[in-house]
């Protein structure tokens, strides 16, 4: 008999070697997709309401079980408890509670209207449970996008396989005992563990959907693959978000907010605060202000602590490569060190980093950083700040600033994003109603709200008729047809078309 590989786990913040994880062997796939299936048809039976009991089961275990899972967050990351608790373990109990309140009627069969032109005919839409549901996750919040994903696949009547990042194992392997302590059936919720060529397996076996969170390069491949069997895909992938501070923003809030938008979980957010546009009337005061809001920030690992370390080392030359061709094309530190000053030796902790003097062509204004640094650069108009925020192969998150609300509104309108929040950052995100997902390269769908349930179905649109006529209309013998179907059609619409405006004419 083969022996598993073992991944060994450290610990991020302190460098100590925290445990090992057995990698699932990739002969064993096959086997959990065949376990998978037939646990899907039988859960599919159940009802919403049924499935629900075991959502609400794995809720008690969380919370009976929090400060573990806490604990296990933090070691597994670096990240600090406060972040643990209301970024990873919060959003995976609003989750359940958004499933509790609406998933019932969101999947409920529901009546459509039928056109005239159908008399006698019903129409409605029911949701069908797609079968196996495999959710590749990531590092930076390893439990909640995970979780939440999973979540909402099972409750709309699939199975699971979960394949966490090789990079947080341990959090993978305490969401593998959350689920096993809720006792779902067996086969239902299962988890690979592993790294890229467990992931590519997976991909390769042919699930019925695939929900991935992670990097762009990595989401590519995985369309890919997925294309061969026409799998369809949910991709949450990275982002280079812009925030905006106008002239007349609130600018002690702004800074606060940016200064928690650039460096919450040491910048290892999707979402994260990358590129801050401020207007050049107010440039200097709000670099000033973001500048002493950052230099209160504690680093450690202490519960008061405000920043934890990085997670995953391989981020961290990419940080430093696109720092380093900043600072030689003429960009300045307003706080933090320069990269070679970093001091690595007793856990992975980066120096939050504000940089002026960037422009647009940086990679530190175009790559994902994924890391504590913020780049500020001023503009002069709106519609400059449009045009540098929009000059991104992302389209994730956007926020901006200012206590002119129709201004606000009116810029976000002209942003090309999948989500914005105005006068605060990243929150559109934990708001269980909206969905989320981002445009260009940032990804495709939409999790969250009931699309984000209803994407775990076929969507089955049904018309019925009471089978009593002989016949219909448009039914062979077409002889004779041509004229009444030709009155009828002028009958319904010709008396509409007279009353449509001209295009030609000009809008009052
Ligand atoms: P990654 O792409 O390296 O890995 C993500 C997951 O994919 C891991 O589980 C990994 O093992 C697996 N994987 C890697 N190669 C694979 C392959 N060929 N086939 C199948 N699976 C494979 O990403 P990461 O470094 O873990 O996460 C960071 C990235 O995730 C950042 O770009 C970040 O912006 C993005 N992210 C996006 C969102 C979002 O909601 N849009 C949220 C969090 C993170």
């Known amino acids: 008999m083969s022996r598993n590989q073992s991944m060994t786990v450290l610990n991020p913040a302190t460098l100590n070697v925290a445990d090992h994880i057995d ?122 996008l995970a979780m939440v994903p999973m979540m909402n696949a099972l409750i709309a009547g699939n199975a699971v396989i979960l394949k966490p990042s090789e990079v947080t194992p341990l959090v993978g392997k305490c969401i593998e005992e959350l689920f096993e302590q809720a006792k779902f059936p067996k086969g239902l919720v299962q988890v690979a563990h592993g790294g890229k060529e467990v992931g590519a397996a997976l991909t390769r076996g042919k699930p019925d959907y695939i929900f991935f969170t992670g990097s762009v390069a990595t989401g590519k491949k995985i369309q890919e693959e997925a294309a061969k069997e026409l799998i369809p895909v949910t991709l949450e992938l990275g982002g280079k978000d812009p925030i905006i501070v106008c002239g007349d923003a609130n600018l002690d809030r702004a800074a606060k907010g940016a200064a928690w938008g650039a460096f919450t979980n040491s910048g290892q957010v999707c979402m994260s605060s990358e590129r801050i546009y401020v207007e050049q009337s107010v440039y200097d005061e709000f670099i000033e202000k973001f500048k002493n809001e950052t230099l209160k920030l504690k680093q450690g690992t202490d519960t008061d602590d405000d920043m934890g370390s990085m997670t995953f080392p391989g981020q961290i030359d990419i940080i430093k490569g696109q720092l380093e061709e900043a600072l030689a094309g003429g960009a300045r530190l307003i706080t933090g060190i320069k990269p070679h000053e970093w001091d690595l030796s007793e856990g992975l902790f980066l120096p939050p980093t504000i940089v002026v003097g960037v422009h647009q062509k940086m990679k530190l204004m175009q790559e994902e950083t994924f890391g504590p640094v913020a780049a500020v650069m001023p503009f002069q108009t709106d519609e400059e700040a449009i045009e540098l925020a929009n000059d991104s192969i992302y389209g994730l998150n956007a926020s901006v600033w200012s206590k002119d609300i129709k201004k606000a509104k009116r810029i976000v309108s002209k942003l090309v994003t999948g ?57 062979y013998p077409y002889h004779n047809k041509y004229p009444k179907i030709r009155a009828f059609l002028k009958r319904m619409f010709w008396k509409k078309i007279s009353k449509l405006a001209d295009p030609h004419k000009t809008e009052k």
């Not at 609406?102 to 006698?120: M, N, Q, S, Y």
């Open 419 to 475: 989500n914005a929040v105005i006068n605060d950052v990243m929150i559109s995100a934990a708001n269980q109603h909206l969905p989320f997902g981002g445009v260009k390269q940032s990804g495709m769908g939409k999790y969250h709200g009931k699309q984000g349930l209803r994407v775990f179905c076929h969507e089955k649109s049904v018309m019925l008729d009471n089978g009593k006529k002989k016949s219909e209309l448009q039914w």
């Open 23 to 144: 990698e699932t062997p990739i002969y064993h796939i096959s086997n959990m997709y065949e376990l998978s299936q037939a646990a899907s048809l039988k859960w599919r039976e159940q009802s919403v309401k049924k499935r629900l009991t075991y959502i609400q089961e794995l809720k008690k275990i969380m919370m009976a079980r929090l400060d573990d899972v806490v604990e296990v967050l933090s070691a597994d990351t670096g990240k600090v408890k406060v972040e643990a608790v209301t970024a990873d373990v919060l959003p995976v109990l609003d989750a359940i509670s958004f499933l509790e309140k609406h998933a019932a009627k969101t999947l409920a069969t529901h009546r459509v209207h039928t056109p005239v032109t159908f008399f006698g005919k019903k129409s409605y839409i029911e949701y069908m449970a797609r079968g196996t549901v495999l959710v590749i996750s990531p590092w930076n919040y390893p439990l909640q």
